[in-house]
């Protein structure tokens, strides 16, 4: 089963971009703490949630996968399933997803790379893949069943396709672009249905986007 689709014309709830990454740069790379002017907003957030800084208490767990030289956790359900990235001592990177202790590597098949981004609430995954061959700059979406079955989702015509988040209902929200990056870089919606809408916002970065139901997407590329 493979997503290839058209483009219908679709109004449009979501407003979507992508941030590239360089994947070159190290796994672990620090992250800045966000400035005092951000932190209202991450309590306004909390506190629309039923809950505020003061009376949640945080707690902190290291993910090193076994093996490998960096680990990243990019995506976490309800359940506390994690998703994210690591690399082994080749310099390969894989996804992979622990569920009650458990960790499972994460390989599209025939890939050279493979990043999990999100997991949804029944456990199925999505994120991007790269095949031998092909250069750095491409890639692929995928969905990866709670089964384990692995699903392509391309945007016909475009050298890459990135799988971010993957809502509830099985909506897929990701983006695509080419070789010029900015100038072709489009927020694009996969329905279940098999058809892909898109956001015809030129370089659309960082631009927090929201759909109606609160889930907040991107998009980030393996170049």
């Not at 991007?128 to 391309?154: C, I, L, Q």
Request: charge should be negative; glycine fraction near 14%.
């Amino acid at each position: 089963m493979t997503y290839r689709f058209a483009f219908p014309v679709l109004a449009l709830l979501v407003a979507g971009g992508c941030s590239g990454r360089d994947s070159t740069a190290p796994m672990s790379s620090p992250v800045a703490s966000p400035s005092p002017a951000t932190r209202p907003a991450l309590v306004g957030s909390l506190s629309e949630r039923g809950g505020s800084v003061s009376d949640r208490t945080f707690h902190f767990t290291t993910i090193d996968i076994r093996g490998a030289v960096a680990t990243q956790a990019f995506g976490v359900n309800a359940r506390g399933d994690i998703v994210g990235e690591y690399v082994d001592g080749t310099s390969r990177s894989h996804g992979y997803v622990i569920r009650d202790g458990d960790t499972t590597t994460i390989d599209y098949p025939g890939a050279v790379f493979t990043h999990a981004s999100a997991i949804g609430p029944g456990g199925d995954i999505v994120g991007f893949y790269r095949n031998a061959g092909e250069p750095a700059v491409n890639s692929h979406g995928f969905m990866r069943t709670n089964k384990g079955a692995f699903v392509a989702v391309d945007d016909p015509g475009h050298i890459n396709t990135v799988a971010e988040h993957i809502l509830p209902d099985g909506t897929i929200l990701g983006c695509r672009h080419d070789v010029d990056q900015m100038n072709t870089m489009r927020g694009i919606i996969v329905s279940t249905n098999g058809s892909i809408a898109e956001l015809d916002m030129n370089g659309s970065m960082e631009n927090g986007p929201r759909r109606t139901i609160d889930a907040s997407w991107g998009c980030t590329t393996p170049i």
